[in-house]
């Protein structure tokens, strides 16, 4: 009697807008940090290295090396870590490359899934609650070793400012007032912006702080990969700002790259 | 024990028919044209909350006459269609063909099975790349029936004196100006009210967009585009 009408069963009925709950019931297989079968020690996979946040004047800025590596070995030399969530955010992945990159997909999906039946954007708190509790399902996968940890940065469109979260591996989120890293350079990546970043920074400066962090951790930690002048590979930097999420060009990235080299060459410094 | 009641199954589909098609003619309508950068859906729409015209995915768009609630559910269902198969294979796969596929299996269900007909026809439109692929637009009735049409399409309580006076009317290749004008004088072809940018809910497929081609045209912009000085 209480059998729902037969039409439903061709789509199902759910009762909210998240996609994550449809694709849990629908195709449990295609989450990330679903079971699966053997529990065999796995050849280790990619991983991606240091991916950074950093709050300026107009929003904030995220950036990532280039750069994957399986064990010693160099897996991938132009991988993208900062990936679009919507228009006005967008998460850097780091960790295993494989589960990070179908978490960046899903929550892209999810947040997409969410606009179209609601008509309206989540929140940016929502987004990165949601985000978190995407990392706290991989648990069990990161505690085998295949741990995904993001930096989630957007444009909170209702206070008007940039803001930034980073998470742990059990999901926790921890919101940051100015910048973080995330990775393998993260802590070298952590303390050049400790000496380097400032309240209010106009673009150029906020990009050129950005870069000479990356410098930094990929001159200190040998997983990161720093700007390839020879094949032209220069990390990846995007803007979130009140105009929406937009990549920052190569030659402009290239431009500030060789200015900071350039420097330093001349004055021996960082060196 | 009574016997229940023996009704031909003639009549029951024509009572049911009946009942969907009254349902309809009671909605004010909708209409659909092809213009030259994509897909034109333009609703007499007094609210500006309460959509007929949406987003399922990157180049597909939704439209529904009828009963509110009913074109709803199956809005919501299209998109969670859409969204799990884009995930599990590309993006390029989400096609408007078999969602209208799935709408139509779902209406004729309903259709033979349950007491009450929906009281709805939904549009389905896919707009084609740039490289020339072509457009495609499917309108799907209350029974499960689905046609493909070309050009322009309407549904609705006029839907039939909307299509005759397209069907003289349309020209291929319109600019995005004239399409809107035509597709709002299409509108008011039975009433002899004139319809300003207020009573429109109107959005397009943009070709030239990336990505997500679904873009609602804003009042403001409505009114430029209809030429205010009218």
Known sequence: MNEPPRWQNLFNDYANASFMDILRRE????????PSGGQDAAPEPPHG????????????????????TAGYQVASRRIEKIFKADELSGVGIAGAAGPATEMAKLFQTELEHYEKVEGENLSLDGKANRLSQMIRMNLPAAMQGLVVVPIF?????????????????????????????????????????????????????ALRVTLEALIDAADEDVGTGGPDL?????????????????????????????????????????? | MPLPYYVSPEQMMKDKA???????????????LEYSEGILLVAENPSTLLHKISEIYDRIAFAGVGKYNEFENLRIAGIRHADVKGYSYSRGDVTAKALANAYSQALGNIFTQDIKPFEVEVLVAEVGDSNGARNEIYHILYDGTIEDERNYA??????????????????????LDAALQLGVRALTVTQNKTLSEKDLEVAVLDRTKVRRKFRRIPVEALGQLLGTGR
């Open chain 1, 27 to 34: 195709a449990p297989h295609l989450i990330p940090g679903a």
């Open chain 1, 49 to 68: 290295t240091t991916v950074l946040s950093v709050r300026y004047r107009d929003g904030v800025i995220m950036a990532g090396d280039r750069q994957a």
């Open chain 1, 153 to 205: 940065a957007g444009f909170d469109e209702k206070a008007g400012l940039g803001r930034l979260f980073k998470y742990d591996i059990t999901g926790g989120r921890y919101e940051e007032t100015n910048y973080d890293a995330q990775g393998s350079g993260s802590k070298d990546a952590r303390d050049s912006l400790k000496k380097l970043w400032k309240r209010d920074m106009p673009r150029e400066e």
């Open chain 1, 230 to 271: 020879v094949r032209g590979i220069f990390p990846s930097v995007k803007t979130i700002t009140r105009s929406g999420f937009q990549d920052v060009p190569d030659e402009e990235v290239r431009h500030v790259v060789e200015t900071i080299l350039g420097d330093r060459t001349r004055n021996a410094n960082g060196s």
């Open chain 2, 18 to 32: 009946e009942y969907a098609r009254k349902g309809i003619a009671r909605g004010r309508s909708t209409v659909t």
């Open chain 2, 154 to 175: 309407a549904m609705g309580g006029q839907a039939e004196e909307i299509r005759r006076f397209l069907k003289d009317h349309y020209a291929e290749g319109l600019t």
